[in-house]
C-alpha cells in the first residue's frame, strides 16, 4: 500500500490495494492503524460491489441504519447519494458529523463514488481533535461539563423537510418526524481507541447545551463551529469513480461542497459501528 497524507491535520489517499479482495491481516491492520492516525482514509481506483461494500464496512463496526433514506434493493443499510444535473440542492451540505442526533451515532462512515462530476462535488473534512487542542485551556475548562441536545430536525438549516423535498434523486421518506430525533452527548467526547479529546457540537445538530436555553447557547455553538472548520484543520477530498472514503465520525466533520450544478454525483454510503460518544 501506498499512503499519502492529504493536509497537516487529517486525512490520507491509499493506493495499492484492491479492498474486495484483501484477506491479509496484517494489511487490516496497516489499514486501521492508519484509520486512527488519519482520521479520513480516500482509497483510489476501487471497484465495489454492495456486497463488497458490506464486507470492507464490517472491518470498522457493525453496520446502522439512516433513519430517513430508503436503502438499496436487497441491502437496507446502504443508500444511494444522488444529485442529478437538474436538482441545485445537495445532501450534506453543511459541516457535520453523523446523525449526532441517535444516542449511539456510528463511529465510521463509507462513502464510495459511482459517477462524479468533471470538476467540483469534492468534500471537505476537519479535525475537531486538533480544533480541541488549539483552544486555551480555559475554553476547555469551560466545555468540559457541557452537554450538547442533538436533533435532527436541523431548526437552524431551514429544516429537513424542506432540505430533503428539494432532493428529487434519493429515496428519502419520514422527515416530518425528524424532530423524534433528539440525543445529549458531551460537547467534548473522548476517542476510545486513541484518548484523544475531541469538539462533538455543530451548528447543524447542536440545538442548544443541556440546562441553557437556545440564545444562550447559541453564540457558544457558532465560535464552536468556525473554530473547529478553521483552513489549518482541514483536507479536501477529489471524488473520482472508484474512489472509497471512509471517515471517523468521532473525531471529524465533513462539507459536501455544491459546486457542480448542471452534472450528475451519484454516491455509495453506508455507516458503521454505533457507539455511545463519551
Known amino acids: 500500500m501506498d499512503i499519502r497524507p492529504l493536509a497537516g491535520a487529517l486525512g490520507a489517499e491509499i493506493r495499492g490495494v ?18 486512527l492516525d488519519f482520521s479520513v482514509l480516500a482509497f483510489r481506483d476501487q471497484a465495489l460491489e454492495p456486497a463488497d461494500l458490506m464486507r470492507v464496512g464490517g472491518r470498522f463496526g457493525e453496520p446502522c441504519s439512516y433513519p430517513f433514506v430508503t436503502g438499496i434493493e436487497g441491502y437496507p ?19 457535520h458529523s453523523d446523525t449526532t442526533y441517535l444516542r449511539e451515532p456510528p463511529l465510521a462512515t463509507l462513502l ?7 470538476h467540483g462535488g469534492d468534500t471537505l ?24 441536545v442533538n ?9 429537513r423537510a424542506k432540505m430533503h423535498s428539494q432532493i428529487g434523486a434519493m429515496k428519502v421518506h419520514d422527515t416530518e418526524s425528524a424532530e423524534q430525533y433528539e440525543a445529549e452527548h458531551p460537547v467534548v467526547r473522548t476517542h476510545p481507541d486513541t484518548g484523544r479529546k475531541a469538539l462533538y457540537v455543530s451548528r447543524s445538530h447542536t440545538i442548544h447545551f443541556k440546562d441553557m436555553t437556545e440564545a444562550e447557547s447559541r453564540p457558544l455553538i457558532e465560535f464552536l463551529q468556525e473554530h473547529q472548520t478553521r483552513p489549518e484543520f482541514t483536507c479536501r477530498v477529489r ?25 450528475l454525483r451519484r454516491m455509495r454510503r453506508l455507516t458503521v459501528g454505533a457507539q455511545v460518544p463519551r
Not at 443499510?77 to 459541516?95: A, H, L, P
Not at 473534512?125 to 450538547?148: H, K, P, Q, V, W
Open 18 to 35: 484492491a479492498l474486495a479482495t484483501l484477506e491479509d491481516e496484517r494489511a487490516w491492520r496497516d489499514i486501521h492503524r492508519a484509520f
Open 125 to 148: 473534512f476537519a479535525s475537531t481533535s486538533a480544533a480541541y487542542d488549539a483552544l486555551s485551556s480555559a475554553m476547555r475548562e469551560l466545555l468540559a461539563g457541557l452537554i450538547g
Open 77 to 95: 443499510y446502504i443508500f444511494e447519494v444522488v444529485k442529478e444535473e437538474q436538482e441545485t440542492t445537495n445532501f450534506g451540505g453543511s459541516w
Open 112 to 118: 464510495y463514488a459511482l459517477e462524479t462530476p468533471a
Open 239 to 263: 471524488w473520482t469513480p472508484g474512489t472509497l472514503t471512509v471517515w471517523d465520525n468521532r473525531c471529524t466533520q465533513h462539507f459536501a461542497v455544491n459546486d457542480y450544478h448542471g452534472q
Open 151 to 159: 436533533s435532527a430536525a436541523l431548526k437552524y438549516g431551514g429544516g
